[in-house]
């Protein structure tokens, strides 16, 4: 399978203290009216480092469910241990997910060697196709380019890589070194055009959980070679998608969006906080302005 197109990062609604299900299925419905290629449950939109294992699987279980095979389910399995990562990706396997996401070991911070022996070891223990998931803001360090390139060379399975380190160049070096067939998608929603224009096949989105078919509309356009119609829309939601990102930690604002249109509850997990309400008002401006409320 090839990674190509608008993967929306979805959000893990939360009521009263456990996941709201009823909620979740509504979100996923709403991306496939939109047109989204897949969904991704459990990464860090979805709030992965506060669910127990348990509820990771099930969400990915439900997402699965709620999907049915209508859009892909790439499945959130990453983790800072290698052997958790193994079996969280195994169970997904078994549950019929279409692919996972593997981020890069956060806290550790290991050597590019280590990188390379734990992404191996996932590959390894599983016939799901990985996406790499480099987020250097998040974990601390990247994926190197040489190292990514190994792992494509050595490891059939791993076919693309999610690129959220916010660097043009980067995405062009990823693109020069590594063989045609290997997917960059773009990690950061304000950068999805010129990471197509350089070589990106998509993106995994945080803006499309309320805007998707906006976000589809912007990568088809993007992809499809329609690039003033591609510098028009990424013009036009610009100030949503930065605005979505820079009021509070992802997924703060963006679940705060779906609060205020109704479409989940305001539960987020601590350490995380809700939205504070002096910046509710400012993301309801924001939202009215793109006719979302």
Known sequence: MKYAGLYTAIVTPFRDGKVDYDAFQRLIEGQIAGGVTGIVPVGTT???????????????????????????VIAGTGSNCTEEAISLTREAEKMGADGTLQVCPYYNKPSQEGLYRHFKAVAESTSLPVLLYSIPGRSGIEIAVNTVV??????????????????VERVNQLVQALPADFSVLSGDDGLTVPFI???????????SNVAPAAMVELVNAAMGGNGKLALELQKKYYPLMKGLMSLDTNPVPIKAALALRGDIGWDIRMPLAPLAEEKRET???????????
């Open 150 to 167: 190994r792992l494509a060379q050595d490891c059939p399975t791993i076919v693309a890589i999610k690129e959220a380190g916010g660097s």
């Open 197 to 207: 224009s350089c070589g990106a096949v998509g993106a995994v989105s945080v803006t």
């Open 283 to 293: 993301l309801r401006r924001l939202l009215e302005r793109f006719n979302l409320l």
């Open 46 to 72: 979805g709030e992965s480092p506060t669910l127990s294992h348990a509820e990771h699987n099930e969400v990915i279980a439900k997402a699965i469910e709620f999907a049915g095979k209508r859009c892909q």
